[in-house]
């Protein structure tokens, strides 16, 4: 079956603009997540979804930052007048319900953004 | 705050020899998994790890978890060039949160 899907694959980018980072969950995954991986770390978490609601936003870094998942399915990250600090690899991941007794998730390929 | 630490971060390793790597984890958790990264690559999960002495194998690796000592290991067996990736801990504290440690590079070298 289908796993998790993002696009855009690459995204370059000015200082100052706005980006729109989707992201496609595995079906029937009902939790979402947003994870942020600098070069070199392991990945950060930045928010989580379960169902249309986001459950968890405390990663985000600041309010440039903004995630939406109006349908409970895809989900957009959204971020505002874009800093160079910004640019990472910005995963996301799906994983079942989370009244399963374990929470594996699984990752997508990731959107590299770069900001110039 | 939880803090997540692999050791060692990079580890070069010789085919058909043994090695091992280490994580520790500073809150409570029984819940520990293992990711590899391959270079520009998402990451794919290897281990789920979900008690106190449990233990997993697949092929060349073996995961354990010690949830009194906080402390997962992977073990990699006669290790092979195609195990050269970059390998994550992550611990999950809240059901839902994943946090990771800082990645362990591994080279396989002939």
């Known amino acids: 079956g289908a796993g998790v899907s993002q696009t855009p694959s690459n995204k370059v980018t000015e200082k100052g603009k706005y980006v729109e980072l989707r992201c496609d969950p595995i079906s029937g995954h009902t939790a979402l997540y947003w994870y942020r991986q600098s070069l070199g770390q392991g990945p950060e978490f930045l928010i989580y979804?379960?169902?249309?609601?986001?459950?968890?936003d405390s990663g985000l870094p600041n309010d440039r930052f903004f995630a939406v998942r109006p349908e409970g399915s895809v989900s957009t990250l959204k971020i505002q007048r874009t800093e160079r600090g910004d640019s990472a690899v910005y995963l996301c991941a799906s994983s079942w319900a989370r009244t399963l007794s374990y929470n594996e998730q699984f990752f997508g390929p990731g959107t590299r953004l770069t900001v110039l | 705050e939880l803090k997540v630490e692999q050791n060692p971060l990079f580890l070069s390793m010789q085919e058909g020899k043994n090695y091992t790597i280490y994580c520790n984890y500073s809150?409570?958790?029984?819940?520990l998994y293992w990711y590899r990264q391959d270079p520009g690559k998402s990451l794919e999960s290897l281990f789920v790890?979900?008690?106190?002495?449990a233990v997993k194998q697949e092929g060349r690796l073996m995961a354990s978890l010690d949830t009194k000592a906080r402390l997962s290991t992977l073990h990699i067996t006669a290790a092979v060039h195609d195990l050269s990736a970059t390998y994550f801990c992550?611990?999950?504290?809240?059901?839902?949160?994943?946090?990771f440690g800082a990645g362990t590079t591994v080279t396989v070298r002939a």
């Open positions: 992550a611990v999950d504290t809240n059901d839902y949160k994943l946090s």
């Open positions: 979804f379960q169902g249309t609601g986001a459950a968890d």
């Open positions: 790890l979900l008690s106190n002495g």
């Open positions: 809150t409570t958790s029984d819940r």
